[in-house]
Every structure is written in C-alpha cells, then in structure tokens.
C-alpha cells in the first residue's frame, strides 16, 4: 500500500464510535470525528442508568465523552455530514459539509449566558418534547463540545432581523450571525461508520394512544422523566397533570416484530431496558406498580436471567405474556384502560396511570442515501451488508461499520464492536501509524512535598442521583470550614466538561495543590480527575475522591438527614487524608509487541490473525492437535454462510502468517511478569515473551442427563443433529421435537446460552426445506432470536414448524415407545393437554464455559461469575478488559454467543491489545507500595503472602521489591511487622487521618 494515510474518518459520535476513535488515537493515529449534532454522545447520553450495575448512564459515558473532546489526535466536527468519498483503502478523500454554528468555538467559554438571555423557547428535542430549549443552545449542559450553536430556523434575528439578546451578554464576543455554512476536505486512510439508529415513531400506532393521549408516553421519554438531568429532575410525573403516577405498563415490541405496522426484526435492547425501567422506577418511587407486557422475554445476555429474575422478587415487577391492541383514555382521571387475555382465555379490562411504549430501533430516514456517499451495499431493510464472519466489514474496501448501524445492538456489544473496528482500521493502516499523530505536552509540576497544603473541594450534586438524597450544598459549606481548604463549591455534574474547566480554574485562581472530589466511584471516574489536575500543572496523586454516591447516597435513598451526616464524614476523611498525600514519582517500562492468545477456537484465531495483521507478533496456545474449537462441528451459519470454508481459510492464514506461530497440543504451564512485560512457560518447555494476554479458551456443549439422553438413542442434542440429518434425511410424516432450554436457564446452569433459539430454528427449516411433508415441532420457553435472527424464525412459521410453549411448571414428560418417544404435555396457549408421539428428540442444552477457563483463571489471577465464565472490568464500558491491565478476554470464555458476536469480540479483543502493543513504553501505577529495606528484616511474611511475586529475594540474601510488578493491594503493608512496607497514598498517617476524622464524637463545624 502506498501514499498511507495515518488518519481515519470516524462517522458518529455515539459510544460505539468514540470507543473506536479513542483506540485508534491511542495506538497512533489521527482520527476525524464526524457529528451529525452539535454534541458527541449518542443516545446513551439520554438515558438515565444502565443495567445490571445501575450506574447512571451520564456519568458513565461523561469521562468518556471530556477524554474524546481533549485527546490531541481527535478533531471533532460537529453538525457536520460527508457529502462525497473517493479514493481507495489507504487513501480515501471525504468532503466534509459543516453546517453553519453562528458561535465562534475558539472564543465560546460555554458559560451559557446567551442561553439564559435568549427570548425564544423552542421543544427540546434531547428533552423529547417533555421541555423546552432555546433558540441559541447546547444540546445538554454535559454537552462536548460545549460550545453553544444557534437554531437559525428558530433564532428571531436571523428570521425577522430583531433581538441579538445573545450578542449583548456574550463578553467573549463569540456570536456570529454573519457565519456561513462551510465545505471542506480530510484525508483518511480508512473509514468508520458509526452514525447509530433511529427510533420507530410510535404515533404509526394509532390505536396506542401516543400524541393523543398525553399519558401514553414513548421509552426514550420515559428515560428522560427517570433522568436525574431531565425535565422532572428524576421525579417519576405524568406529563398530563403533573401528578405521580402509581400504575404503570409497559408494552412491548411496539413497531419491532411487526412487519405489517413497524419493522420485521426485533430491536434486541427493548425487553431489558423496559425491564431496567421498572426497576429504576420502583427505587425511585416505592409506590410504583410495574407491570410489562411482553411477547417473548429475550433476556438473552450475559446475568440477563438473573437480572429479570430480580425484577420479579426484589421489585415485584409483574411480567404478562400478552399483546395489547388497544389502550383508551378515561377522559375524567386521565388514566388508560388496557385489555388482555389470560391463558386461561379470560378477556381483562386494567385501568393503568401512565403507560410507556417500549419501541424499537430501525435506520436513518436518509439510510439509503447515507449508504450510496459512501459506495456501500444495504440489505433490503437498508442495514449495511455484513457477513457472519466478517461483521464490521462493508462492502467497499477499507470502509467498517459499527455499532447499532451495523445492527441492532445494546451497549456493550456496541463498545466491543468500537474497539473492533479500530482494530481493523489499525491493521489496514499498521504502516502508516503515528505519521500524523500530535505529542501532547503537559505543563512541569509545580508543587513539591514543602509546600502548604491548599485543597480544593468540589461536591457533585451527580444531578439527583446524589443531590435527592444528601444536601449537597451543606456538604460542601462544612468542606470549606476545615483547617488546610482554600476553596469548596458543588457543581451539577463534577465529570462533565464544562466542570473539568472549571476545576482547572479554580487550581490556577486559588493555588490549589490538593483537590478532593466528593462523586460517585473511583473506578470509573479517578482516572478523568486525575489527569483533568494534572493538566493544571499537579501530581496526579495529590487527588482524593470520596464516594458519596455508591457509598452514601445509593445505598441510604430515602434517609437525607443520615446520608447528608455520612457524607460529611466521608468528604472530611477524604480532606484530611488529601493534606497528607505527597507527589509521586512514576516510572516507565519497555513493552514487548507481542501478545500470547490462549485458546485456538475461532476467537483465537480471529484475534491472533488481526494482532498479526496489525504488526505484533503472536503466539497461540491451542490445547488440542487441532486448532478449531467447537466451530469444527459446524456447517452453515444462521444466515446460510459456510462455515466449513470460512475455518479452513481462518487456520490456512493462522498456519502461513510469519508473524504467528502455534503451539498445538499445547498448554500454560505457569506465568510471570505484568503488563507489557509477561513471560510464559508452556507445556512443551518453550518460553513466551509477551505484552499483552489474550484469553479465548472457549466452551463445550452441554450434555444433559435427562430428557432420556444417554437413555435412548433418538435423544440427541443440537451439536449431533447435522450428523443425524446428513446419515438419515428426514423422511415423509416424520415426527422432529426440538426441546429448548434444556437444562439450561434453571439452577445450576440459570444463563441463556443465545444460539440455542436460532440453531434449532434454523436446522428446523433446514429439514422442512429438504423434506415439507416432515413435522417439526419446536417446544420453548421463550424465543429468543433477536436481531435479524427473527426473521428465520418468521421463516420457519411460514414452513409449518409449530411453536408450542412450556414453562418450568409445565415440563414435557417424555416416555420411550417402539415408534418413537411419547411427549406429554399441556399447551399454555391453548389451554388443554397434548400428545404426540417423535422419531427424532434434539435437545437445545446449550453451552458451558471450558474446564480450561477456570484453570487459566487462577493461573493468571482472573476472576469468573457465578456461572465459570471469566469477569470483565465493567459490563457495558470494558467488555472485553479485566481489571488487571494487559488481559483481554474474547469469544465462549466471556460468555455464550454467536458466530458473529464471537468475532466481534475477538476483533475487538485484537483492536484493545493492539493499543497496549503500540507503546514503546508504559507509565507504571504511582499507587504501589514503598519498600524500605532499613526497616526490613527479611522475615519473609510479604514474599509468602504477595500474590503478585512483587516482594522477592535478592542475590545479597535480603528481600527487595519489584514495584513494576506490584497492584499497590496492600498486603505486604499489612503483614509486615516492621512497617517496611507503605502504599503511596494509603500510608499510615494517612489511613490515620481518616480514622482520626471519622472517630465517635469528632466534631464537624459544630455537628457531631
């Protein structure tokens, strides 16, 4: 490839794409962000939590939105589109058309005075109508950039020539109203599109009630009623009256699922996110009755059962298999009346306070059009086409799509596909990295370990997710009268980037050289406070962050008086401790550009050739003879591709690529070192150098030991009946049961294993197409083919398979025959007992993680859920990171999933290791323990007891301390007698400080 460019074009700002853009930029290169509105984010940004973790969706994304918005190598265009792209991978050369700001950003300090003078109100269209903006804006307070825009279709001097109200307050003289509109030109050596979805207009349903009834409200909505930042400052309020709604429903697969009124495909976020919604629903408000109306409960990922399971007991979430029709309005109350049929044929009447409409997702209204400026192939539902194999590919060359665009998708396969793309893009444009790239430079450290302690405080009202529980203000107040605080205020949201600026003004106007932020959890947030005060010339560990949210505010809701106390304590700990935190030096350490990937299934080798592609070499551990995994058993796809052929090209480039060498019949025998810097010991006696790790160690199929199998041979499960089908075709009225969730969403194994639904679905067909006159009867708990994958099952239906449903209360009894085997059974939907007799039983058991996952595990110090499947760092935010740095997890080893999402996951695995390799050298945690060997005296209780081997002993007899090695845990500092051993920023007077602080009758400006 010649005349490589090292930048790349990245369409859509939601959080699929500023993951890939913050990859990329990490690993080298530069990367042009194209934002069709004026503010990154995405429609994450409109939601109020996620599940399972509960986290607020704002705070979660916010760090992440301030680090896009000030990394050097990312340039972010806003209210811009591409109008035209030409060239070729490598060199592609994209028109970019920039709608007219009429705010000049490199003046617009985003204080929002002009906002706040501006006359006219317009509906808000991130507020879904429920509020109003003005005419001149920024699309959320959190907004990045955070620069203001105008409106012109709204603005009253650029429409009738009067007003300038915005002109006159603004003293950085950044209006514009001269501004134009503006074309212009990048070169980029690759493409990503990541410009997300819409939402299905839910007043297509008349009959529903929404825009006629004002208490029939759509999700999107309902999240912003939830939101902390919305228009009801999270109270839970009917737009009609204002007044709290107790009664609410849920309906579902409103425009999903429906090919006749709405789309044909099911959305796969809607069932959870209505589930989260009553959920968040009943903690904000006790007195809420939920109620979900639902079709089939696709709770197909990873703790998703669980997390339904919750709903059902802990908040009482009352789940009715049912569709509605019709909802009507009493006029007097403004209540909506639902009607429903029991199983049992009974017709209910239900009045409801609020009902909210759970619709689906579907493409740009200007799909077609978006797809043709780009040179790419749709499908005809107008998604991209990709390919099982190839899910991030287009059609065109050096062109990738991500996210909800590629198909419909929830949060953390978004972020997994993000960090997927990139990885692609890095390996298309290895030759070309850090060309174009910008060095940022910080400004020297100011403060030394004599200077007087000046803290800052900065309490977060969180929105509400904080300020509706603790008094924020007083919290604050009491911060500002304790000996060594030079400055203390709150601020809305702390993580946001309006509230960075303001915490590096006050730095600089107060000679701040500590800072204490009292917020939510450390994990997400302490890396964005850190590097925000580093950047204003501090050590990035003279930072304390005290959790009054997690901590104090989440876990006593309902109780301010105590809350508001505690938090007082903790942010008084939190100061003291921060008067006695010193600078701290950090070192750096080479890296080795090589990965070691465990595992040789499709995930590995997917992985293994993107690494190699990308420029590191690799080393892949494969247990058996034969790299392959579970994938060598298989045919065909869901959607028909051959996976026979797609293996053998996969182990073809794995078996020539120079830079990867297998070791077959292999093992990990042990393991040292951390990240950047690993050495591996294998089964065979090599020695691995590596980077960065790579765990992809699979699954097996579960084996059940009921449902007669191992009994009788006519009882097999999903991973024989390819072999079945091939040695016996089916024949004229034979008798085909599919039996699903065997053994599997139940104790011990209460997890769905996702390919169960659309393997049998799709053999179903497979036996209907290859003989009609054969019977397939599938019996299930619920459907779970999600995504595209409903239309298969739409298939089969139109074929005569029948679909009979079953519940754990309402097994299959099951009894060998000479003909066949007797199934017995009542039928929920049909309300009266059946019997019929099958040849052929195949039984959907699922999947289980491999024994070898757990032993991994433990020989690299990982950890697994309640099911053996390996833990990520954050479900939705790192879905394929461990906490511990350098690990990378992907395919069955995660969780169960299908081919698509397995390479997905590799890929991003691959995009995510790849960033690690690029770095010459890595910055080494300042947060370790402090070895004083005056002090030592060698009793070995710290090498005993360090599961990280950082304490050693020396060749002088003596222990010494590997600090590159240590995590900072704090054992060694525990165990040892002597105190030789002192964590930076946890040492003994400072852990004192707070416990002194904390202590029964300490006294806080005059409060006990």
Request: aromatic share 6%; net charge negative; charged share 20%.
């Amino acid at each position: 490839m010649t005349n490589t460019s090292g930048s790349v074009l990245v369409v859509g700002g939601g959080i699929g794409g500023m993951q890939a853009a913050l990859d990329l930029a990490d690993s080298g290169f530069k990367v042009h962000m194209i934002q069709r509105e004026s503010s990154i984010g995405g429609t994450m940004v409109m939601l109020d939590k996620t599940f399972p973790t509960g986290d607020c969706s704002m705070c979660m994304i916010s760090p992440k939105m301030v680090e896009v918005g000030r990394h050097p190598n990312i340039e972010i265009h806003p209210l811009s589109e591409v109008t035209r792209l030409d060239g070729s991978p490598g060199n592609f050369t994209a028109v970019i058309h920039q709608k007219a700001l009429y705010v000049d950003p490199a003046k617009c300090t985003g204080c929002g005075s002009c906002e706040e003078k501006c006359p006219k109100k317009v509906p808000s269209e991130f507020e879904q109508g429920l509020t109003h903006r003005k005419a001149i804006h920024a699309l959320f307070s959190q907004a990045v950039p955070s620069t203001r825009v105008i409106d012109p279709t709204q603005c009253i001097y650029l429409t009738k020539g009067k007003c300038r109200a915005c002109e006159k307050v603004c003293t950085a003289g950044a209006i514009l109203f001269d501004d134009t509109d503006k074309e212009f030109t990048l070169n980029a050596g690759a493409v990503i599109l990541a410009p997300g979805l819409d939402r299905h207009d839910p007043t297509a349903h008349q009959e529903l009630g929404y825009g006629r009834w004002p208490n029939v409200v759509s999700s999107l909505q309902f999240e912003r009623i939830l939101s902390a930042s919305g228009p009801f400052q999270g109270q839970i309020t009917r737009p009609a009256d204002g007044s709290h709604p107790k009664k609410i429903a849920w309906l579902h697969c409103v425009g999903s699922r429906d090919p006749h009124n709405g789309n044909p495909w099911c959305s796969s976020v809607c069932c959870m996110y209505t589930t989260k919604q009553a959920v968040i629903a009943k903690e904000h408000d006790s007195s809420v009755e939920p109620t979900i109306f639902y079709m089939d409960m696709r709770a197909f990922g990873k703790d998703f059962d669980r997390y339904i399971e919750r709903a059902k007991t802990d908040y009482g979430v009352r789940y009715i298999r049912a569709m509605i029709s019709d909802v009507r309005e009493t006029a007097e109350d403004g209540n909506l009346t639902l009607r429903y049929e029991r199983p049992d044929g009974t017709l209910v009447s239900e009045s409801f306070d609020m009902v909210v409409l759970s619709v689906g997702l579907q493409p740009r209204k200007d799909a077609a059009a978006f797809a043709q400026t780009f040179g790419i192939d749709t499908d005809t539902m107008l998604f991209p086409k990709t390919s099982s194999f190839c899910p991030v590919a287009s059609s065109r060359p050096g062109v990738y799509v991500t996210g909800s665009y590629q198909s419909p998708k929830d949060i953390p396969e978004t972020v997994a596909q993000g960090s997927a793309v990139a990885g692609a893009a890095m390996a298309l444009l290895s030759e070309a990295r850090g060309t174009e790239i910008t060095t940022r430079s910080l400004p020297p450290e100011t403060v030394s370990a004599d200077d007087e302690p000046r803290a800052g405080v900065f309490v977060c009202h969180c929105g509400v997710n904080i300020a509706q529980t603790v008094d924020v203000k007083s919290v604050a107040e009491i911060a500002s009268d304790i000996e060594g605080v030079a400055h203390a205020e709150d601020l809305v949201y702390a993580c946001a980037q309006d509230s960075q600026e303001i915490i590096r003004q006050r730095i600089a106007e107060k000679g701040l050289n500590r800072v204490v932020v009292a917020s939510c959890t450390p994990r997400t947030h302490e890396p964005l406070f850190r590097e925000t005060i580093r950047a204003a010339g501090l050590n990035p560990y003279l930072f304390e962050l005290a959790d009054i949210r997690e901590q104090c505010s989440w876990c006593h809701m309902g109780q301010g008086e105590e809350a508001t106390r505690k938090a007082k304590e903790l942010v008084s700990m939190s100061i003291e401790k921060s008067l006695r935190l010193m600078p701290v030096a950090t070192a750096s350490v080479p890296v080795t550009p090589r990965a070691l990937v465990v595992g040789g299934g499709v995930a590995g080798l997917t992985c293994a050739i993107s690494l190699a592609d990308q420029g590191y070499g690799v080393d892949l551990v494969e247990k058996e003879t034969q790299p392959g995994g579970l994938l060598a058993g298989v045919s065909t796809s869901w959607d028909g591709g051959d996976v026979a052929d797609f293996l053998r090209e996969r182990l073809e480039q794995v078996a020539i690529h120079e830079r990867i060498t297998v070791h077959a019949a292999t093992e990990v025998e042990t393991s040292e070192g951390y990240v950047g810097n690993f050495t591996t010991t294998l089964t065979d006696g090599s020695t691995v150098e590596h980077g960065a790790v790579v765990m992809a160690t699979g699954g097996t199929w579960h084996e059940p030991t009921s449902f007669l199998y191992g009994e009788d041979p006519r009882a097999i499960i999903l991973r024989d009946i390819e072999t079945s089908l091939a040695e016996h075709p089916p024949e004229d009225h034979e008798q085909f049961l599919f039996i699903q969730c065997a053994e599997s969403r139940c104790e011990p194994r209460n997890y769905c294993s996702r390919i169960c639904c659309q393997e049998s679905v799709k053999h179903a067909v497979a036996i209907k197409k290859a003989n009609p006159k054969a019977h397939v009867t599938i019996l299930y708990r619920e459907m779970r083919t999600y995504g595209m994958r409903e239309m298969l099952y739409a298939e089969a239906r139109d074929l005569g398979v029948l679909f009979v449903h079953y519940s754990l209360e309402n097994m299959p009894e099951l009894t060998p025959l000479p003909a066949g085997i007797e199934v017995r059974l009542n039928d929920e939907m049909a309300g009266f007992p059946i019997r019929f007799v099958v040849q052929r039983l195949i039984l959907a058991a699922g999947l289980n993680p491999h024994p070898a996952t757990g032993e991994m595990a433990k020989k690299y110090k990982l950890t697994t859920n309640s099911d053996g499947f390996l833990l990520e760092a954050h479900v939705k935010l790192k879905p394929v990171d461990f906490p511990s740095e350098g690990y990378y997890v992907a395919g069955l080893a995660h969780a169960p999933k299908n081919l698509d999402e397995t390479i997905s996951q590799a890929l991003s695995a691959a995009g995510r290791a790849g960033v690690l390799l690029s770095k010459k050298e890595l910055a080494v945690s300042g947060a370790v323990a402090k070895h004083n060997r005056e002090l030592c005296m060698s009793c070995l209780a710290c090498v005993r007891n360090c599961p990280y081997g950082a304490p050693f002993i020396d060749t002088d007899g003596k222990v010494s301390h590997n600090e590159v090695k240590c995590v900072g845990c704090g054992i060694c500092a525990g165990v040892c007698p002597a105190k030789a051993f002192q964590v930076n920023s946890f040492k003994d007077d400072q852990i004192a400080a707070m416990i002194d602080a904390a202590a029964p009758g300490k006294m806080v400006n005059g409060e006990q």
